[in-house]
């Protein structure tokens, strides 16, 4: 599976963006798909993720509310809607594909994860 994620910007604090994660190959093997970031010096934070049948969602405390995922499976696109965004939201934002493992609910480690896109920088400051 190759991931291709796009739509980070520099955007002013209370603004919004959204990510896409464009996605190709072996997509019938993909079990969860989830968004996650890194700011500067930090480890990589789950953002959130989607369960194996696509339809429901787990969220990071710190984005709910703000952050809305969604997908359009005729495009093969994953969207990260990001709104009120803070400072403190400035990171590389990253989609990832678990392809190998069936988990009962979303996967929030980084290592669950075995496809990852190349990442999109979105920077929040006035």
């Known amino acids: 599976v190759q991931l291709q994620a796009s739509g980070g910007g520099l955007v002013q604090p209370g603004g919004s963006l959204r990510l896409s994660c464009a996605v190709q190959?072996?997509?019938?093997?993909?079990?969860?798909m989830g968004w996650f970031r890194q700011a500067p010096g930090e480890g990589r934070e789950f953002v959130v993720g989607f369960t194996r049948n696509g339809v429901n969602a787990d969220y990071a405390d710190s984005v709910k509310g703000r952050f809305i995922i969604s997908r359009d499976t005729a495009k093969n696109t994953l969207y990260l809607q990001v709104i009120s965004l803070k400072p403190e939201d400035t990171a590389g934002y990253y989609c990832?594909?678990?392809?190998?493992?069936?988990?009962?609910?979303?996967?929030?480690?980084?290592?669950?994860?075995?496809?990852w896109g190349q990442g999109t920088l979105v920077t929040v400051s006035s």
């Open positions: 990832a594909a678990n392809t190998k493992y069936y988990y009962g609910g979303v996967p929030r480690g980084p290592t669950s994860y075995d496809s």
């Open positions: 190959g072996g997509i019938s093997s993909v079990k969860n």
